[in-house]
Antibody
Framework: QVQLVQSGAGVKKPGASVKVSCKSSGYSFTGYYMHWVRQAPGQGPEWMGWINLNSGGTHYVQKFQGWVTMTRDTSISTAYLEMTRLKSDDTAVYYC??????????????WGQGTLVTVSS | QSALTQPPSASGSPGQSVTIFCTGTSSDVGHYNYVSWYQQYPGKAPKLIIYEVTERPSGVPDRFSGSKSGNTASLTVSGLQAEDEANYYCSSYAGNDNLIFGGGTKLTVL
């Protein structure tokens, strides 16, 4: 069965960087797109963008361009979300999520368990 | 792109039906048949319950149904059960490789 297992929670100071991992199992890793979605406390989800797990090509929502990087390591079936210059309003649970097919779709039936990133001085 | 608009709360008694609305614009909900709905329990990841406006993933009870009229999508939960108490979020493709979500509706089963 498809599983997405994310790295653990962390606390970062403003201006720091963080890298969240999402390890996949149960499917052919390079055949799909991985999306990243964040959810601030008490808020609705916010979609951040996607990475093509085969080519490594990426697409970011404009507000995340320049300080967010999505990468993958196909040898260990793991996708990464790296964020730099963190601010307090980046405090959120970050999820990796995948759609049901190899096509690029914008709904997700597989989700990681979430990684809480807290930005606080 | 602005978030989709959902009522913050909705409620119903066991066995009743409740409908949650999700209002967008002619550039997102009104333009694309790519509206999805998610159910989320506190501390858990969202679960897909409706995609492409009306489609249900396998395993989702047929008590959950979706529809759309103009710029507003809706999720109806029929035969309410205690386990349906959760937060519900809509999302819509908004063109140009963009996806937006609603702010969420907390469904309470009275």
């Amino acid at each position: 069965q498809v599983q997405l297992v994310q790295s653990g929670a962390g606390v970062k100071k403003p201006g720091a960087s963080v890298k969240v991992s999402c390890k996949s199992s149960g499917y052919s890793f390079t055949g799909y797109y991985m999306h990243w979605v964040r959810q601030a406390p008490g808020q609705g989800p916010e979609w951040m963008g996607w990475i093509n797990l085969n080519s490594g090509g990426t697409h970011y929502v404009q507000k995340f361009q320049g300080w967010v990087t999505m990468t993958r390591d196909t040898s260990i079936s793991t996708a990464y979300l790296e964020m730099t210059r963190l601010k307090s309003d980046d405090t959120a649970v970050y999820y990796c999520a995948r759609g049901p097919s190899r096509q690029l779709v914008y709904y997700f039936n597989y989700w990681g368990q979430g990684t809480l990133v807290t930005v606080s001085s | 792109q602005s978030a989709l608009t959902q009522p913050p709360s909705a409620s119903g008694s066991p066995g009743q039906s409740v409908t949650i609305f999700c209002t967008g614009t002619s550039s997102d909900v009104g333009h694309y048949n790519y509206v999805s709905w998610y159910q989320q329990y506190p501390g858990k990841a969202p679960k897909l319950i409706i995609y492409e406006v009306t489609e249900r993933p396998s395993g989702v009870p047929d008590r959950f149904s979706g529809s759309k009229s103009g710029n507003t999508a809706s999720l109806t939960v029929s035969g309410l059960q205690a386990e349906d108490e959760a937060n519900y979020y809509c999302s819509s493709y908004a063109g140009n490789d963009n996806l937006i979500f609603g702010g969420g509706t907390k469904l309470t089963v009275l």
